[in-house]
């Protein structure tokens, strides 16, 4: 949706939400919200290599069903389709951690941590 001068309202409102993050350092602390924003943005890369491989895999089937070998590609590596397996769930196991150790820290008590002096 844009408005009659061709301003797109949808990447307004998405641009402009990013300016709410301010706010959330201001209540949380930055250092959280940088730790916060880390970690999306891993497992974010995650996501993105799972989907490498899924569609390495959908590639690899449709070859297969259409009876193409895969050496008359330019390249061909001798792990395929098995590295792709595995890099897609070991992506997909590194990301479910991920989100149960958040979970994990949402709902356990808050644990004063120790310095390195008090040890």
């Not at 602390?29 to 993105?48: D, E, H, P, R, Y």
């Not at 193409?68 to 590295?83: G, M, N, V």
């Amino acid at each position: 949706m844009t408005l009659r001068n061709g301003l797109p309202v949808a990447a307004l409102i998405t641009s402009s939400l990013f300016s709410l993050l301010a706010f959330m350092g201001v209540h949380a602390g930055s250092g959280k919200v940088f730790n916060w924003f880390a970690n999306m943005t891993s497992v974010a890369g995650l996501m993105t290599w799972f989907g490498i491989c899924w569609t390495y895999l959908r590639f690899y089937a449709g070859m297969k069903a259409q009876g193409i070998d895969r050496k008359t590609l330019p390249f061909s590596s001798p792990l395929q389709p098995y590295a792709a397996w595995y890099a897609g769930i070991a992506c997909l196991v590194i990301c479910l951690v991920r989100a149960l150790i958040f979970s994990l820290r949402i709902h356990s008590p808050q644990v004063k941590k120790k310095t390195p002096a008090q040890y």
